[in-house]
T-cell receptor, first 111, second 116 residues
Framework: GIQVEQSPPDLILQEGANSTLRCNFS?????LQWFHQNPWGQLINLFY???GTKQNGRLSATTVATERYSLLYISSSQTTDSGVYFC?????????????FGRGTQLTVWP | GAVVSQHPSWVICKSGTSVKIECRSL??????MFWYRQFPKQSLMLMAT?????????EQGVEKDKFLINHASLTLSTLTVTSAHPEDSSFYIC????????????FGQGTRLTVV
């Protein structure tokens, strides 16, 4: 299956700082999603972004499909941003909706 | 976005008993749903693909007789952990995708299973 690598694995920030999370994938994709997993385990959809750039408040994401990577930007971080951020992709030829996950980035934001 | 509901959120059961977890798509029909498993501080690993009206497709290494999947309708898939043992304790989470062009996946709340 398709390989998904996320970096960094851990990130510790002071409140108000900006950060960039990266996701590299090994093959062409139909779909790429970013999720935030909250402390209760719920996966919150952040972006559906197979290509291009999207913004939602303090978060934005860019996927460069031809170079097989995606970036998630968090600006003016808040303590509530803490948690695990996952990148997941649906490979070309995969069952629609079947996602391959990276290992995640554990983000901790201190007040 | 679409809503996927999973029940129960947590369950504690005795070793040797069976546990059923439900996954429902509330506002769309899903011919395919997916069941993932997550161990503490690890990523999500696909266990099986649940196909409405037909047998589930299991990933390599997943015991189909232990993890029974039934997808009886376009809005409901169930995962039954049979004869549960402590090593089956984990976080189980389902997903569904409603579209054919936009295949954005939505996840249930997850079920934390503890087998004692």
């Amino acid at each position: 299956g398709i390989q998904v690598e996320q970096s960094p694995p851990d990130l510790i920030l002071q409140e108000g700082a900006n950060s960039t999370l990266r996701c590299n994938f090994s093959d062409s994709v139909n779909n790429l999603q970013w999720f935030h997993q909250n402390p209760w385990g719920q996966l919150i959809n952040l972006f559906y972004i197979p290509s291009g750039t999207k913004q939602n408040g303090r978060l934005s994401a860019t996927t460069v499909a031809t170079e097989r990577y995606s970036l998630l930007y968090i600006s003016s971080s808040q303590t509530t941003d803490s948690g695990v951020y996952f990148c997941a992709v649906e490979g070309r030829g995969s069952t629609l909706g079947r996602l391959y996950f990276g290992r995640g980035t554990q983000l901790t934001v201190w007040p | 976005g679409a809503v996927v509901s999973q029940h129960p959120s947590w369950v504690i059961c005795k070793s040797g008993t069976s546990v059923k977890i439900e996954c429902r798509s509330l506002d769309f029909q899903a011919t395919t749903m997916f069941w993932y498993r997550q161990f503490p501080k690890q990523s999500l690993m696909l266990m099986a693909t649940s196909n409405e009206g037909s047998k589930a497709t299991y990933e390599q290494g997943v015991e189909k007789d232990k993890f029974l999947i039934n997808h009886a309708s376009l809005t409901l898939s169930t995962l039954t952990v049979t004869s549960a043992h402590p090593e089956d304790s984990s976080f189980y989470i389902c997903s569904a995708s409603g579209g054919r062009v936009n295949t954005e996946a939505f996840f249930g709340q997850g079920t934390r299973l503890t087998v004692v």
